[in-house]
């Protein structure tokens, strides 16, 4: 198994309601209101460049599911002269969305993403940057982009996971995407996804196994009460007592919630201005 070669256990057995489902009714009129932003996206292209634009957009996909937003609506950026490296969870397509409702940043993905339908769609425009997960001799490669789209002063967001799982608790943080944070001395911002229903925890909206894009939309549509959170954690920022590997295990102890991660050096705003 190679760098980017990660499998999860999570199946679409993982995947249940914690409540009971909507109403016929009202998932109908979530598929047509979803469809209907899907549309008027490939139809006005041209507005995805806009960052205010593409940011609208993704709030309006989340609410025409009626998905609430939980977690703050501060940048996930952090400012400075270098862009953020910011690192999230993975457990859903919605993700995607849920990221670039808060602050449309620039996304990394593996570039089978890019033929899911509606999210790659939206993810391809918004200038998403697609990656051969299993391609080791072009990794050195991709960190350097990421590098380089660092220095210039964008921000950049990635699933150091590299695969879903069914809840926010699973999975190591592969450590490659950090050098490039590394390397180009710049913030990393760890995030924590989450999907509730009434504020219990669900894994209705995990993508996860072989599940297809279709069955999994239709199952959010009909999931009742349901809200992403998006919460942010204390940047880090290398510097003589970091690596990547330090990066890496700093960034996943905060995102999955360990208490040892308060242990660690954290971001100094002196230092980075």
């Not at 939206?122 to 072009?138: K, M, Q």
């Not at 003589?240 to 954290?266: E, N, Y």
């Amino acid at each position: 198994m190679n760098a980017w070669a990660v499998q999860s256990p999570c199946t679409t057995g993982c995947v249940e309601h914690r409540t009971g489902p909507v109403s016929a009714r009202t998932a109908l009129r979530r598929h047509t209101d979803f469809t209907a932003i899907i549309a008027g996206t490939a139809a006005h292209r041209h507005t995805l460049t806009d960052p205010q634009a593409l940011r609208l957009r993704a709030r309006h996909l989340l609410a025409a599911l009626d998905i609430r937003r939980r977690g703050g609506e501060g940048e996930l950026s952090v400012p400075g002269r270098t862009g953020t490296l910011i690192v999230a969870n993975h457990i859903s397509w919605l993700d995607v969305i849920a990221l670039l409702a808060r602050e449309p940043v620039t996304l990394i993905a593996k570039r089978e993403v890019a033929g899911w339908p509606v999210v790659g769609t939206l993810a391809r425009r918004a200038g998403t940057c697609f990656i051969e997960r299993d391609a080791v001799r072009r990794l050195p490669h991709q960190v350097a982009l990421v590098r380089e789209m660092l220095l210039a002063g964008r921000s950049v967001a990635v699933f150091p996971q590299a695969t879903t799982w069914c809840s926010e608790y699973g999975g190591t943080f592969r450590r490659a995407m950090f050098q490039a944070a590394v390397d180009a001395k710049a913030p990393v911002r760890p995030v924590t996804l989450g999907y509730r229903q009434h504020g219990t925890p669900t894994t209705v909206a995990a993508f996860v196994g072989d599940d297809g894009f279709l069955p999994s939309l239709h199952r959010v549509a009909r999931a009742d009460g349901l809200t992403v959170r998006v919460d942010t954690h204390e940047p880090l920022l290398p510097g003589p007592r970091w690596d990547r590997r330090t990066l890496a295990h700093a960034a996943q102890q905060a995102v999955l919630g360990d208490a040892t991660a308060a242990a660690l050096p954290s971001f100094s705003p002196a230092a980075h201005a």
